[in-house]
């Protein structure tokens, strides 16, 4: 059974819409957040934590709002903007812009403890990266190096993505950015589930999933 960890029974019931009956439920863990510029460590690194926590194959999703012209803030800090500024104050700034095109990004982490063959997505080796660039004789003296050495987890990565724009806030549905982010002329609050199932950031990450998870 794969555990989807998240706080957001939501996310869940968009995962059942992409895997076999019964294959998937929540793991309600608040994984920790490292501070970090790209999606993909975050996830990782939050992979790493929950499989350690389930001792079962996990899934985790980060995923963030990038507006253009402001050079993609709030990115991995959308969590934190949408509960201190807040979604409309993002749409205030925005207003401001000459380049309002944004995008979702999702990054999704599987672990299961195991390796992975070769494939086009990535697989984060987080420590031992690490341990590996900080050269051999790092690894070979510094106790740190060497037990990031000792316990790689490699976590495959599934990206997702779909660009839009900024627009002031219209539409009852969804959650999050969801009213201020335009996407073929409907705010994905303006959207039903399926429909922004269909297109969006998640959905496209999910799909990625499921097809290569069939074959594990
Ligand atoms: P998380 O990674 O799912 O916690 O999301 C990070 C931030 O992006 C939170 O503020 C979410 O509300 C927001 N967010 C993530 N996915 C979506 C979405 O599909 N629609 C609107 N906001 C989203």
Known sequence: MLRYVTTNPGKVREAERYLPDGSVERLDFDYTEVQADELGPIAARGAREAY?????????????????????????????????????????????LDDRRAAFRC??????????????????????????????????????????????LPVKLFEGYVPGRIVAPRGDGGFGYDPIFEHDGETFAEMDTDRKNAVSHRGRALAKFAEWYADR
């Open 52 to 96: 350690r926590r389930a001792d079962a194959p996990v899934l985790v999703d980060d995923a963030g709002l990038f507006v253009e012209g402001l050079d993609g803030f709030p990115g991995p800090y959308s969590s934190y903007v949408e509960d201190t500024l807040g979604v409309e104050r993002v749409h205030e700034i925005a207003a401001d």
């Open 107 to 152: 990054v999704l982490g599987f672990c299961d403890g195991e390796g992975f063959a070769a494939s086009p997505d990535p697989v984060d080796r987080g420590e031992r990266d690490a341990a590996a660039a900080a050269g051999p004789e790092a690894d070979e003296s510094d106790d740190e190096g060497a037990s990031a050495r000792d316990d790689p």
